[in-house]
């Protein structure tokens, strides 16, 4: 790995001086500009090799990109030079809309973890399927799943329409669907993980993904991400429900609205998801039932709370098929993908 990847606690030290969301567009857009001059990216460039099959596919390394990083698109290619095995991006809705007022997102360094409320804030599917289009990933090779929505202002009695019509707009585009009803920044969403509208939904997806393999002569997997806030019952009925749909993918999990665990941080009461080290423990048991539950018949990806390699390894040796990353990244630094890996081929 490079000097510059080394150097991240430095660069820490500045971005943690600035606002998250600006701290955060800085430093996308400075990766962007790095990634488009032929000697930085060289330097930049990390390729490890640990095949890996999920959902049917083959990626490099089991390490994967977690949605929300690049909510658009807009930095698919950087991003992808810095080792990931397979990416996320959105979570994008049918139409675009600005998320939630501001200020919505806020650091805890002394539990290193973030709290989010920013709302489902994208360009809308037409202009991210503009960016897919653009970019080389896919092109040469990698795994890109699409992270889908609804829009905050369609009734929840009419969501499914949503992802309906962001699933037939990114089908063609996307390596994989995962589907986001878990999000506790959406009013109402995670009331789609229960049993009567999670049925309702995955019937209408799986009908339509029918029609939509037809047309595109391909079958493209779908991946539920579900919350870590649900109880055993919860859980047990959404695995069962998974198996009865013949979903492909699960991802366990999303943000919390749980503030166990965390420090004396400054932001620690503020509203909205929290995603970072205190979530590790409470998505790892989510992962452990349904690993239990589903056992080798659906792909399960291991998310949340992963800020090193001892966290990767715990998630992969409780039956995750593959992890992503995200708050991990902006803690750790790009590093954090090598040391997984290493971690990973040890075992």
Known sequence: MSLLFRSYPIIRKILFSLDPEKAHEITLKSLDFAYKCSLTRKIL???????????????????????????????????????????????????????????RMFRLPKSEAIINRLGFNNNG??????????????????????????????????????????????????????????????????????????????????????SLSDIYQKNTPLALKISPDLDLCDIDMISDALIRHKIEGVITTNTTVSRKNIGNDVFSEEKGGLSGYPLHELSLSVLNRIKKNVGDEITIIGTGGILSAKQAIEKISSGADAVQIYTGLIYKGPIL????????KDL
């Open 125 to 210: 599917i037409n202009k991210l399927i503009y960016n897919v289009r653009r970019s080389n990933w896919r092109k040469n090779g990698g795994i890109l799943g699409i992270n889908i929505g609804k829009n905050a202002m369609t009734p929840i009695e009419s969501s499914v329409e949503d992802y309906l019509k962001c699933l037939s707009s990114a089908y063609n585009y996307a390596d994989y669907i995962a589907i986001n009803i878990s999000s506790p920044n959406t009013e109402k969403l995670r009331s789609l993980q229960e049993k009567e509208n999670l049925d309702k939904l995955l019937y209408r997806l799986v009908e339509t993904r029918k």
């Open 45 to 103: 460039s990390y390729s490890p090799s640990l095949p890996k099959r999920i959902m049917g596919m083959k990626v490099k390394n089991p390490i994967g990109l977690a949605a929300g990083l690049d909510k658009n698109g807009e930095y698919i290619d950087p991003l992808g030079n810095l080792g990931f095995g397979f990416m996320e991006i959105g979570t994008v809705t049918p139409y675009p809309q600005s998320g939630n007022q501001k200020p």
């Open 337 to 344: 993908i090598e040391q997984c890996i290493n971690a990973i």
